[in-house]
């Protein structure tokens, strides 16, 4: 399928604007991996980040693969244009979270959490995180770590049909959480301040609701012929059966 631009952007500025609750859900995580991971901080910080990172794209590859592997087994024409719609509908929904600040959406982590019990034990096997392979293990488990948020990037991830799709979506997320989770310091609080200002965060929520809200209408609006030349350069087609 065509690269989803406005998909990967949403997910970009969701990370963004995820990065304080990220903070808030791992905070405790990050600023403990230096005791279970020795060696020079900005080291620890950069491979643990990183394995964070490459957990999501491992994961958003795996849903990616598994949408598009139902696509093609199923070969039904108008599950394409169920898949987009409902990948702009997870849009909307992240959207929604995003602006949600009394909580009444924390339920959509629960379906991780089984999963996250599952992977806890194996921690024990990469504790001491004395070397770089173990710090990145580690923050790839640590990427794993069920949340409202990422579970819902993950569902758009899925339904983007594809291993490739599916990894872009979660790379964005993953990226744009970075300049809180890296330093989770003096700066890193700065960042997360500023990016929690009331119209700053209103309008990036919005950029993600209007890429989900274009993502449902694209099929629509591929009949307009003036229209078709930028939806197909930005990437919202139908995903191909």
């Keep these: ?22 903070a808030v859900m791992c905070g405790g995580i990050a600023t403990g991996l230096h005791a279970m991971a020795p060696g020079a901080p900005l080291a620890v910080a950069w491979q643990s980040n990183l394995g964070r990172i490459g957990g999501y794209v491992l994961a958003g590859a795996l849903a990616g693969g598994l949408g598009g592997g139902v696509l093609r087994l199923l070969r039904i024409d108008a599950l ?19 602006l949600d600040r009394g909580g009444r959406l924390d339920f959509l982590a ?20 004395d070397r770089a392979w173990r710090r990145v293990a580690l923050g790839a488990l640590w990427g794993w770590m069920p949340c409202g948020l990422s579970l819902g990037l993950l569902t758009v991830a899925w339904l983007q049909a594809s291993a490739g799709g599916g990894a872009a979506v979660m790379a964005a ?41 274009l993502t449902i209408a694209a099929p629509w609006l591929m009949q307009v012929p003036a229209l078709h030349g930028p939806l197909a ?9």
Excluded: E, K, N, Y
């Design 110 to 129: 629960r379906p991780g959490v089984q999963a996250w019990r599952r992977l806890q034990p194996l921690r024990r096997h990469l504790l001491p995180a």
């Design 233 to 241: 350069a930005l990437g919202c087609l139908p995903l191909a059966g």
């Design 80 to 98: 394409a244009l169920g898949l987009r719609m409902a990948a702009g509908l997870a849009l909307v929904l992240v959207a929604l979270r995003l």
């Design 1 to 22: 399928m065509p690269f989803d631009l406005p998909t990967v952007l949403a997910a970009l500025v969701a990370g963004l604007l995820g990065g304080l609750h990220c």
């Design 173 to 213: 997320f993953g990226l744009g959480t970075l300049p809180v989770m890296l330093p989770l310091t003096w700066s890193g609080a700065r960042v997360g301040r500023w990016l929690q200002r009331p119209r700053l965060r209103m309008a990036m929520a919005c950029f993600v609701l209007g890429a989900g809200l």
